[in-house]
């Protein structure tokens, strides 16, 4: 069976800009987080969703957005982007407890 | 609020040696407990998590953990370190509140193995 798959693998984009990453959970998981990972930091939790309702919200601000498609996949979107938006984007799905992450996008803000 | 904490940001061993990588919780209720392997430039693969039942929790890859309530503890062992094992390691909690459900997780310890 399939992971957890995310795109793009790399992206660079320049201050101001605006970003969406993707991501598709493993088949019959029904929610989706998305992590932040700064370099040397544990990953931080963005959003949950399950059932394309929001479930939970980290401490992120409003330039952070996120939706989850009837095919339970989901977009996370962040606008005016910082140069302190440069980390590792995880995305997981969960069944039981338990989260099972995808490779990750790594995002570079120049 | 909730929180993990994991005692040291690097730790080096020679291979052969014991791994132990330390982790803390705060939290009133017990939560689920995780431990996480991160090779460079990739996700994170779960090693061995702790839900209910038995405390001492076996892994992939001879990794263990046990989780003891009364130190508020998870600390995650190997008894012989392989090469392989070189990687970052992080403890996470799983943290329920109102309807959601996230992992908290702690800085990391990035392990060595020398030769």
């Not at chain 1, 969703?49 to 996120?66: I, L, M, T, V, W």
């Amino acid at each position: 069976d399939a992971g957890v798959t995310q795109s793009p693998t790399h992206l660079i984009k320049t201050r101001g800009q605006h970003v969406t990453l993707r991501c598709s959970p493993i088949s019959g998981h029904k929610s989706v987080s998305w992590y932040q990972q700064v370099l040397g930091q544990g990953p931080q939790f963005i959003f949950q969703y399950y059932e394309k309702e929001e479930r939970g919200r980290g401490n992120f601000p409003d330039r952070f957005s996120a939706r989850q498609f009837p095919n339970y996949s989901s977009e996370l979107n962040v606008n005016a982007l910082l140069l302190g938006d440069s980390a590792l984007y995880l995305c997981a799905s969960s069944f039981a407890h338990e989260q099972y992450f995808g490779p990750g996008t790594r995002l570079t803000v120049t | 609020a909730q929180s993990v904490t994991q005692l040291g940001s690097h730790v080096s061993v020679s291979e052969g040696a014991l791994v132990l990588l330390r982790c803390n919780y705060s939290s009133s209720v017990p939560p689920y407990l995780f431990w996480y392997v991160q090779y460079p430039n990739q996700g994170l693969q779960l090693l061995l998590k702790y839900t209910t039942g038995a405390t001492l929790v076996k892994g992939i890859n001879g990794f263990e953990a046990e989780f003891k309530k009364s130190e508020t503890s998870f600390h995650l062992t190997k008894p012989s370190a392989h090469m392989s094992d070189a990687a970052e390691y992080f403890c996470a909690a799983n943290i329920n509140q109102g309807g959601s459900e996230k992992l908290v997780f702690g800085k990391g310890t990035k392990l060595t193995v020398n030769p």
